[in-house]
């Protein structure tokens, strides 16, 4: 009789336990999302909040628009917003084109001192930017690249190469060198592999890398900083001059940071479900 008692015991308690398991984990997930969203938030907020307000309130107080009406009407923020984007944008798919083959070529080849390049690649990731950024502005001014979207593209391309080609490396060493053997066996060509067998298979690494690129060159701020001057100026700049001598805007500088977080949002969602592909490809080995 007490066995029976035991045995039930134990099953009302692993049907609370199956009961509890996925609400408990829920809300851990809930209450992590919350904690990962409270900055975005609560910058949302203080873009409705006048610098009166900043200190005085913090969830209850009167919204308004005077900060979006001072960044967005009467100044060149959008003409900002667009030139960061061309910056961004040309250094990735430059990135794209130049570094997918690169890191095929450090996947698939063998040749001396291999490591060594594919290490000497990511250091330029490592490197302070501060320490580089005096050679390369004297040099642009030699050359006439100070100050222009090619020379900020080019530039850039520290800030986004390294990342793609370490992380597109890795998902080309997942993938079986069979694979190319028998497309080769079927006539194709080696630029046919290529494009129309690996490029398929490392899509989602690559939009995942490539959307980490963005990311990176999308927030830049030393080589905008040094290297850009009246002509382009990214919104990362643009935004230094809402924090005056006396004081700083906050309202103004949530207004033109939340703007500026919207390109990878929307990317982000666009491409949902590549980049979560590309971030767990090849996790899992067996």
């Known amino acids: 009789m007490s066995n029976q008692l035991q045995l039930t015991d134990s099953s009302k308690n692993k049907s609370i336990l199956k009961i509890l398991e996925p609400i408990g984990r829920n809300l851990g997930l809930t209450l992590f999302a919350m904690f990962a969203l409270f900055p975005l938030v609560w910058m949302v907020i203080c873009a409705f909040k006048s610098d009166a307000q900043m200190y005085n309130t913090v969830f209850v107080f009167q919204p308004t628009l005077e900060n979006f009406r001072a960044v967005l009407i009467g100044t060149d923020y959008f003409k900002a917003f667009f030139q960061n984007l061309v910056v961004a944008g040309g250094a990735v798919i430059i990135t794209v084109i130049a570094g997918v083959p690169c890191a095929y070529a450090l996947a698939r080849y063998n040749f001396r001192k291999k490591e060594d390049v594919a290490f000497q690649i990511l250091s330029f990731k490592f490197a302070p930017e501060i320490m580089v950024i005096l050679p390369i502005f004297l040099i642009f001014q030699k ?14 391309q520290l800030i986004t190469m390294p990342l793609l080609i370490w992380v597109v490396r890795g998902y080309f060493e997942d993938i079986s060198v069979e694979v190319e053997q028998a497309a080769q066996l079927d006539g194709y060509t080696w630029y046919e592999v290529f494009f129309k067998t690996l490029v398929p298979l490392i899509k989602p690494g690559m939009v995942a890398a490539a959307l980490l690129a963005f990311i990176f060159a999308w927030n830049s701020f030393t080589f905008p900083l040094i290297l850009s001057g009246f002509k382009i100026q990214t919104i990362t700049i643009t935004a230094l001059r809402y924090i005056a001598s006396d004081t700083v805007h906050y309202g103004q500088v949530a207004v033109a940071s939340t703007i500026a977080v919207l390109p990878e949002v929307i990317v982000a969602l666009f491409i949902q479900k590549h980049l979560v592909r590309g971030l767990s490809f090849g996790a899992v080995k067996g």
């Open 143 to 156: 050359v006439g690249l100070y100050d222009t979207f090619f020379g900020l593209i080019w530039v850039y």
